[in-house]
């Protein structure tokens, strides 16, 4: 063989040996590319060019092939990004796309679950409404734990500045989740008085306006009236089991969600817990054997 011909087939070897290293990491590149941008198919787009950016790159001096080839999927996101800023063309709740929680074919697992795991709907909304230099600062360190030096070299700025893009970010993932978080709190306090008020006022209508067609509630049988049905199905079962009950009800914070307390707090009958899904009561769990209620951080949520 001629050392052309060697010369060639080195050349091929390095190729093939760099696919491989390129398809090993790209779980995590579509991961990060995914956090990023909040879109699937953006996300495979820029993984692809990805790799040919890197295909024509000289790696021969490359230590940390991962973590250059993060570099690029990060560079060929801010561009994306910036491009998609230019265009007008901000990430908004109805573009937002849910997280993946399927298998594309079950063949691979890993990537399912960093896509599972990947920013959830509301998170996605509001990333959406930080700068591409931002976002690429805030994703990079807070998420992936990458260095402010590294991340600097990505965004063409100074190690300070790329501190500065990330705390601001930060600053305003956390204000935003926080106002969600209480706008979220403050829907369910509105269904959790609409539904004390129909049950006491015993109106079984209003109750199932308010229940899911197929709400399940969890009754303990520490509570001796309950104790003959552990679990009913159906919201005409469980509007007649609460119409005209709940007297003396008080709405509070339990378990990080709104519930309802039956009884003064020195002397609890029962903690209500329910699961809200669209606007509409999917779960109710009864609370009532006094080692469980011991263990519960209520408070008492004011009108």
């Known amino acids: 063989m001629s050392n052309k011909e060697k010369e060639g087939l080195g050349r091929v070897n390095d190729h093939d040996g760099l696919a491989e290293q390129f398809e090993s990491h790209r779980n ?6 995914y956090r990023i941008l909040g879109s699937r198919n953006e996300a495979d787009d820029a993984v692809q060019e990805s790799w040919i950016r890197l295909s024509r790159s000289d790696t021969s001096c490359v230590e940390n092939i991962g973590g250059w080839m993060t570099t690029i999927v990060s560079r060929v996101c801010l561009d994306m990004l910036r491009a998609r800023k230019s265009r007008h063309e901000d990430l908004t709740i ?11 074919d079950g063949s691979d697992p890993e ?13 996605l909304v509001v990333l959406g409404k930080l700068s591409p230099a931002e976002r690429i600062a805030f994703v990079l360190h807070d998420i992936f734990g990458m260095s402010f030096a590294d991340i600097a070299s990505i965004l063409g700025r100074n190690e300070a500045a790329a501190r500065k893009l990330a705390s601001r970010a930060r600053q305003r993932v956390k204000g935003d989740e926080s106002a969600s978080r209480a706008e979220e709190l ?9 539904f004390l008020a129909a049950s006491r006022a015993g109106d079984f209508e209003k109750l199932l306006s308010i229940l899911d067609p197929n709400v399940v509630t969890r009754n303990d049988p520490a509570f001796p009236p309950a104790a003959n049905a552990p679990v009913v199905h159906g919201s ?13 009800a008080q709405p509070v914070l339990v378990k990080g969600s709104v519930g309802a307390v039956i009884g003064p707090l020195d002397r609890i009958l029962f903690v209500l817990v329910f699961t809200v899904k669209n606007d509409k009561i999917t779960e109710i769990e009864m609370i009532a054997d006094p080692a469980r209620l011991r263990q519960l951080d209520l408070a008492l949520l004011n009108d």
């Open 186 to 194: 403050r829907r369910k306090r509105e269904l959790v008085d609409a």
């Open 28 to 33: 995590h590149l579509q991961s990060v590319a």
């Open 94 to 104: 109805d573009r937002a796309p849910e997280p993946v929680t399927h298998f594309r």
């Open 111 to 123: 990537y399912e679950a960093l896509m599972a795991d990947a920013v959830g709907h509301a998170m």
């Open 236 to 248: 005409r079962a469980a509007a007649k089991q609460f119409a005209g009950r709940a007297q003396g």
